[in-house]
């Protein structure tokens, strides 16, 4: 099976903080993506990676950075986090871009006071 | 016009019901059609994949696609309580600036009543 794991299931910090969201997959997939999942708004496309230090934007980067230096892990990172971006955040992976889906991590619950 | 539409429901159904859940995509370049449940406070989970049109059944599910219509269907036969959960679907295009890229809906809710 697939498992895709995400560094904390809860984050709670400040506005201005530098926040580090990591997730690690064990299945040798080339892509990673991370998404934020709000209510009434869905889920939402922030980054994702096809390979090694590869990424791209997504719908919603803004405030957003990524890391890819190893093919198992992808890093989101929020340079000053505001209240904004108080959500859940979601990671994925996926071996073939396009036929296969895309398998999920359990999410992170971040609070940004 | 949203790129992928549910009905946000909530669509309730008794238990052993067949329960319907529909989906429309606007980008006729889309490709692949996937169905994920989602429980509540967890992450969501791939239940069924599409490509071509037709049915294809996995057990109790059965996944719809007609790309003339852009229409994508989930079916789910004998319904269970333990079904109840919001499901997404979610289409790929395979082309263009949107290459690769998940785009989901908003979700319908499922409830399954004893």
């Known amino acids: 099976d697939v498992k895709v794991t995400q560094s904390s299931r809860y984050l709670v910090k400040r506005t201005g903080e530098k926040v580090f969201l990591e997730c690690v997959q064990d299945m040798d997939h080339e892509n990673m993506f991370w998404y934020r999942q709000d209510p009434g708004l869905g889920l939402r496309l922030i980054y994702f990676?096809?390979?090694?230090?590869?990424?791209e934007k997504g719908d919603i980067p803004e405030g957003y950075s990524v890391s890819r230096e190893k093919k198992e892990r992808f890093s989101l990172i929020l340079e000053s986090a505001s209240t904004n971006q108080t959500s859940m955040y979601l990671c994925?992976?996926?071996?073939?871009?396009?036929?296969?889906?895309?398998?999920f991590g359990p999410g992170t619950r971040l609070t940004v006071l | 016009q949203k790129e992928v539409e549910q009905n946000s429901g909530p669509l309730s159904v008794p238990e052993g019901a067949i329960a319907s859940l529909n989906c429309t995509y606007s980008?006729?370049?889309?490709?692949?059609f996937f169905w994920y449940r989602q429980y509540s406070g967890k992450s969501p989970e791939l239940i069924m994949f599409i490509y071509s049109n037709g049915d294809k059944e996995d057990g109790r599910f059965t996944a719809q696609l007609n790309k003339a219509s852009q229409y994508v269907s989930l079916l789910i036969r004998d319904s269970q309580p333990s079904d109840s959960a919001t499901y997404l679907c979610a289409v790929i295009n395979a082309g263009g600036t949107s290459y690769g890229k998940l785009t989901f809906g908003q979700g319908t809710i499922l409830t399954v009543h004893p």
């Open positions: 980008d006729r370049g889309s490709q692949s």
């Open positions: 994925a992976s996926s071996f073939l871009l396009v036929s296969l889906g895309q398998f």
């Open positions: 990676s096809y390979d090694v230090k590869m990424k």
